[in-house]
C-alpha cells in the first residue's frame, strides 16, 4: 500500500525517521506516576518490548521534569513528552526526550497576557535547540477557545481544524517543519472527517491518528478500527496510538491492537462499520495515564459497561473518564458524563453538573439518569 509522505517534512523521532516509504509508527504513553520512576521504567520497557516506536511520558511539574531525567538513563526507548498546562517545561525536559507535543488549547493556562504565538516561538526553538521533533496536538476537550466561539456548539471539529491550520502557518513561518499533527475526538466518524478535510489542504504535514478515549476493549479497538481502516487506507496517517481503558499491567495490548490493524489494513482485511454508536448505547471511556487520582476509576469504567448492557439498543452516549484534566470538557458532549477525581465521581447531563457522588453511589445514579435521558429520546422520536 502507498502512503502519503513528504521526505522533506519528515517527522524525526530519535533514530528513526517516519518519512517518505517509512512504516506507520506505532505510539503509546505511560499510565504510572511519573515520579515513580521504577514503575515508569517499567512500564516503558514493557510497551517497548511489545513494539512500541514512541512511547509519551507525561511531565505536569518539576518534580515529573527531574523524574524524566533519570528516567531517559535508563531506557533507549524514543520518548514524546506530553506538556499539560506548563509550556514553559518544555525547555527542561527537551534534552531528555525525541519529541515534544503541545495541545494549542492548552497555552491559554499559564501567561494569559501573552499571545500564544510567543509561547509556540519557545517551544519551536527549545525543540530545534534540542534536536527534538514537535506534535501539535488539538483534542476535543480543548479547543482553543477563541475558535471555538466562532462556530455553533454543534460543530466540533472546524474549530480544531481552524486551530491546527493557524499553528501549522505559524511554525512554517518560524521555518520549523520537523513536526507532525494530531485531531483526536471520541467519536470515530469525527476523526475520520476532521483528519480528512486537513489532508486535503495540508497533505505536506504527517498526522498522528487516534481515538481519543476509545474505552473498553474490544468496543474500544473497533472504534479505532474503524477510523483507521477509513483514513489509512487512504495514505492517510503517520504515526497511531489505540487508547483503551486498561490496569497498568495490560497497557501493551494497546501496542498489539494497534499492530494488529495495522497488518490487517496491509493485507486488505478491512472491515468498516461507518454507522457505529450512531444507533446504538456508545460509552467511551479515556485511557488510564499518570493524571488518574483513583484507579477505580478502572474498574468503574467496566462496571458502567456492565450496568448499561439494557440500554444497548438505544442511541445514548456514556462518557468516563479519568481526570479533572481532560474530563469536564470532554464529557459535555455526551448525553451523560462521569470524571473521576480521588474521592467523588462527577455526574454531568451533556454540559450540566448534576452533583459529585461517592464512587459506591454513582452507579444507581447514573441508571436513574439514564433512564431519563431514554424517555426522553423516545418522546423527541415520537413527536
Not at 175 to 182: A, G, K, L
Not at 251 to 267: F, M, Q, R, T
Not at 344 to 350: A, E, M, R
Not at 363 to 372: H, I, T, W
Request: net charge negative; glycine share 6%; aromatic share 6%.
Amino acid at each position: 500500500m502507498e502512503l502519503r509522505r513528504n521526505p522533506t517534512r519528515a517527522v524525526a523521532i530519535g533514530s528513526a525517521i517516519i518519512g517518505a516509504g517509512q512504516p506507520i509508527a506505532v505510539q503509546s504513553m505511560t499510565a504510572t506516576q511519573t515520579q515513580d520512576i521504577d514503575a515508569t521504567v517499567a512500564q516503558i520497557e514493557a510497551l517497548f518490548v511489545a513494539g512500541a516506536d514512541i512511547i509519551r511520558v507525561a511531565v505536569d511539574s518539576q518534580k515529573d521534569a527531574t523524574a524524566l531525567a533519570e528516567i531517559r538513563q535508563q531506557t533507549k526507548a524514543n520518548l514524546a513528552v506530553d506538556l499539560q498546562e506548563n509550556y514553559r517545561l518544555a525547555e527542561v525536559v527537551a534534552p531528555y526526550v525525541d519529541k515534544i507535543r503541545y495541545n494549542p488549547g492548552h497555552l491559554y493556562h499559564h501567561e494569559r497576557e501573552k499571545p500564544w504565538q510567543e509561547k509556540v516561538r519557545f517551544l519551536a526553538a527549545v525543540a530545534r535547540d534540542n534536536d527534538c521533533a514537535m506534535r501539535v496536538g488539538v483534542n476535543c476537550g480543548s479547543v482553543d477557545p477563541a475558535k471555538k466561539e466562532k462556530y455553533d456548539p454543534s460543530d466540533s471539529i472546524t474549530p480544531m481544524l481552524e486551530s491546527a491550520w493557524e499553528h501549522c502557518d505559524f511554525l512554517d513561518s518560524l521555518d520549523f517543519t520537523r513536526y507532525c499533527v494530531s485531531l483526536k475526538d471520541s467519536d470515530p466518524q469525527k476523526v475520520i472527517e476532521g483528519n480528512r478535510r486537513f489532508a486535503e489542504k495540508r497533505p505536506d504535514i504527517p498526522l498522528h491518528l487516534g481515538v481519543t478515549e476509545a474505552g473498553l476493549p474490544p468496543d474500544g479497538i473497533i472504534k479505532t478500527r474503524i477510523a483507521f481502516e477509513q483514513l489509512i487506507s487512504q495514505g492517510i496517517g503517520d504515526t497511531i496510538r489505540v487508547s483503551l481503558t486498561v490496569p497498568n499491567s495490560r497497557k501493551p495490548e494497546e501496542i498489539v491492537a494497534g499492530k494488529k490493524i495495522l497488518d490487517d489494513i496491509a493485507a486488505g482485511r478491512v472491515r468498516s462499520f461507518v454507522d457505529y454508536g450512531l444507533k446504538t448505547l456508545n460509552i467511551i471511556s479515556c485511557p488510564s495515564c499518570s493524571r488518574v487520582e483513583n484507579e477505580a476509576f478502572i474498574d468503574l469504567a467496566q462496571q458502567v459497561k456492565e450496568m448499561t448492557a439494557y440500554a444497548e439498543d438505544h442511541a445514548v452516549t456514556i462518557a468516563v473518564m479519568g481526570c479533572r484534566v481532560n474530563g469536564p470538557g470532554e464529557t459535555d458532549d455526551a448525553d451523560l458524563g462521569l470524571w473521576c477525581g480521588p474521592n467523588f465521581v462527577n455526574l454531568k447531563k451533556g454540559p450540566l453538573e448534576l452533583g459529585a457522588f461517592p464512587y459506591d453511589a454513582i452507579l444507581p445514579r447514573l441508571r436513574e439518569e439514564l433512564d431519563k435521558v431514554i424517555a426522553e429520546k423516545s418522546l423527541v422520536g415520537r413527536s
